[in-house]
């Protein structure tokens, strides 16, 4: 199939901004990772994504834009748009070059087991709006069919490991490649195996929200805060004999599954170590339903820049972790350039989920395409 320039779009529930990256790939081979550009939100638009989040909580459909949602998908759109108009102005990428773009959209709302999932953001407007084919709406197809509708980018950090074992970078073993966005979810690619994968619990939400209630400002940046706290184990424990951890992948959660209740009481820098070793825990607690133990763990997402949690992690887990970077991959863009990749998959019909990642019966093409001869 002929290797198509693609550009991937991501907001994620971390909700700090728009990641934008350019993909050439065939939708199987990844040929050539191009630039990358960031559109960060303002606190008046973190502030109306938040104020989305409460009035999406009881959505009947995945249709509705109650309250202040409606407003929230108009900015969204606005600021995927400047996204796509700063890579191609910086990175000096002529439009008709550009096959697809990936689009994500904002989660809002995610309850598989009701067989609803919701993504604000108008792919077809944007498709008007920037002149290109949109892919979007990615997630609908595997939640209807009984998925869990996430994680998505199993199948492009699948595309990655193994271009890495080929180059001799990364051992033929079982590799886990960690996103720890606001929601974390691990990817674990076995040789000649369909990805196994999962959420595995809160990645930066609650600690980013937890610095936003009691510093004013929505990261805990290098970890210092953690760095400087003691970690209650006690509070990880009770956290940890939540039903989720016991069950076995695949599965999914929504950004609000857990509350801050866990650490009530707890000074910053207590607050901050004990949230982050949460993390460590949560995606430590995956390993015994692996039928195979990773040899190493690949970091990417915010988590990836927080040396506090890259320790933690380190220790709980026992083996090797290293963040995406130390591969010349890129820990910010990693999601954005999967979804480049998933939308070429997408116009070639490609499954972008298996049994083994969401749970879904049989592997699973998905996405809506808008725009042009889509």
Request: with cysteine; glycine share 12%.
């Amino acid at each position: 199939m002929p290797v198509q320039l693609a550009l991937g779009l991501m907001s994620g529930t971390s909700m700090d901004g728009v990641d934008a990256a350019a993909l050439e790939t065939d939708g199987a081979r990844i040929v050539r990772r191009g630039p990358a550009t960031f559109r960060p939100y303002s606190e008046a638009e973190r502030t109306l994504l938040r104020a989305a989040l409460v009035d999406a909580a009881d959505l009947p459909d995945r249709t509705a834009r109650p309250g202040r949602l409606g407003e929230a998908e108009r900015m969204i759109g606005e600021a995927h748009a400047e996204a796509v108009e700063t890579l191609l102005g910086t990175a000096g990428i002529a439009r008709d070059r550009v096959s697809v773009v990936g689009f994500h959209g904002q989660t809002v709302l995610h309850r598989p087991e009701r067989r609803l999932t919701v993504q604000i953001g108008d792919g077809a407007a944007l498709a008007r709006r920037i002149g290109l084919r949109v892919v979007h709406d990615f997630r609908a197809a595997d939640v209807a069919a009984g998925g869990q509708g996430a994680p998505l980018v199993p199948v492009y950090h699948r595309a990655l490991v193994e271009a890495a074992i080929d180059a001799g970078t990364l051992p033929e073993a079982s590799v886990a490649v960690l996103n720890l966005g606001g929601v974390g979810n691990v990817t674990v690619v076995l040789q000649g195996r369909d990805p196994l994968a999962c959420d595995t619990g809160p990645g930066n939400a609650l600690l980013d929200d937890f610095m936003l209630a009691r510093t004013g400002e929505a990261v805990d940046l290098d970890g210092r805060a953690a760095a400087e706290g003691r970690v209650q184990e006690d509070r990880i424990a009770r956290f940890l004999a939540h039903p989720f951890f016991e069950e076995k992948p695949p599965k999914s959660l929504d950004r609000n599954a857990f509350s801050l209740a866990a650490i009530d009481g707890l000074s910053v820098a207590d607050g901050a170590a004990t949230l982050t070793a949460m993390t460590a825990g949560s995606v430590a607690a995956v390993v015994p339903h692996l039928s195979e133990r990773p040899a190493i763990w690949i970091v990417c997402g915010g988590g990836a820049r927080n040396p506090t949690m890259l320790r933690m992690l380190a220790e709980r887990l026992g083996v090797p972790v290293r963040t995406a970077d130390a591969f010349g991959w890129s820990a910010d863009a990693m999601e954005a350039e999967a979804f480049a990749y998933l939308a070429v998959r997408a116009l070639r019909g490609l499954p972008l989920s298996f049994p083994t990642t969401t749970g879904v019966p049989r592997p699973m093409p998905g996405g809506v395409i808008s725009g042009l001869d889509g």
